[in-house]
């Protein structure tokens, strides 16, 4: 009979854990076995289970560890168990092969179901590991919190407020500052204005006795802007 030892090494990776009590390694290997015996029978018609009596060791009627051939007789144990700790084994592939014996047809030898399956034993499959309970939803705030934060809210109210103050406060100081200035720059324009008014008639004065001459300073500045303005007169 072929060694199918790697359906029984994949078999073993679908539960989540191998590690049973001792008195239940044998239910164990027989989930196992069940399992990889289904898959196998699928492959090789001719590859089943081994009828077990009653107190035989046994899982469903069948033996826990081996398969059987039903052209040949022969069989094969394909699992074990080894101790952990003093209460508790571990389940693995321990592959021993069996001659042929006997003729068919071979009364003992089981053809694998669904049924034998089906049977429980203490392995867990991974697929029927759940994503465990919903989270417990957190408690609505009792009065008290609520009154907390409504407090909070108020203060952190009364700060944007006061903020908000501030800043019309600065935006009206600021007006207020332009204005000032503006203030200031027309004062001083009328007070250059009302200056040079009381200048001009002197400048006029200065620059029409210096025409003959040099007259430095503001006076010859504003003398010579005068001149050059002054329109031409004709000669004689």
């Given amino acids: 009979m072929q060694n199918f030892s790697a359906v029984y090494e994949q078999t073993l990776a679908e539960f989540q854990s191998l590690i049973v009590p001792n008195d239940q390694a044998d239910a164990a290997k027989g989930q196992v076995n069940t399992r990889a015996?289904?898959?196998?029978?699928?492959?090789?018609?001719?590859?089943?289970?081994?009828r077990k009596n009653p107190g035989q060791t046994q899982h469903a009627g069948v033996g826990v560890d081996t398969l059987m051939s039903n052209?040949?007789?022969?069989?094969?144990?394909?699992l074990t168990d080894v101790a952990v700790?003093?209460?508790?084994r571990r389940i693995k592939v321990a592959y021993t092969p069996h001659p042929a014996a006997g003729?068919?047809?071979?009364?003992?030898?089981?053809?694998?179901?669904?049924a034998h399956v089906a049977v429980p034993g203490p392995l867990q499959l991974k697929s029927d590991v759940g994503p465990g309970p919903d989270p417990t939803p957190e408690p609505p705030p009792s009065n008290d919190q609520y009154a907390e934060i409504i407090r909070k809210l108020d203060a952190q109210m009364q700060l944007i407020l006061g903020m908000d103050a501030k800043m019309n406060a600065l935006a009206v100081q600021s007006n207020n500052n332009t204005a000032a200035i503006q203030k200031q720059i027309h004062d001083l324009v009328e007070d250059v204005e009302e200056t040079m008014k009381q200048v001009l008639p002197v400048i006029?004065?200065?620059?029409?006795a210096g025409e003959g001459g040099a007259v430095s300073g503001l006076a010859?500045?504003?003398?010579?802007?005068?001149?050059?303005s002054k329109?031409?007169?004709?000669?004689?």
């Fill in 71 to 78: 052209v040949d007789g022969s069989w094969d144990d394909y």
């Fill in 220 to 228: 010859g500045l504003l003398g010579g802007l005068l001149r050059r």
């Fill in 85 to 88: 700790n003093a209460t508790s």
């Fill in 103 to 114: 003729s068919p047809p071979y009364p003992d030898w089981v053809q694998p179901t669904a």
């Fill in 204 to 208: 006029a004065c200065r620059y029409s």
């Fill in 37 to 50: 015996g289904l898959k196998i029978n699928a492959m090789d018609r001719s590859i089943g289970f081994i």
């Fill in 231 to 236: 329109p031409p007169t004709n000669q004689p």
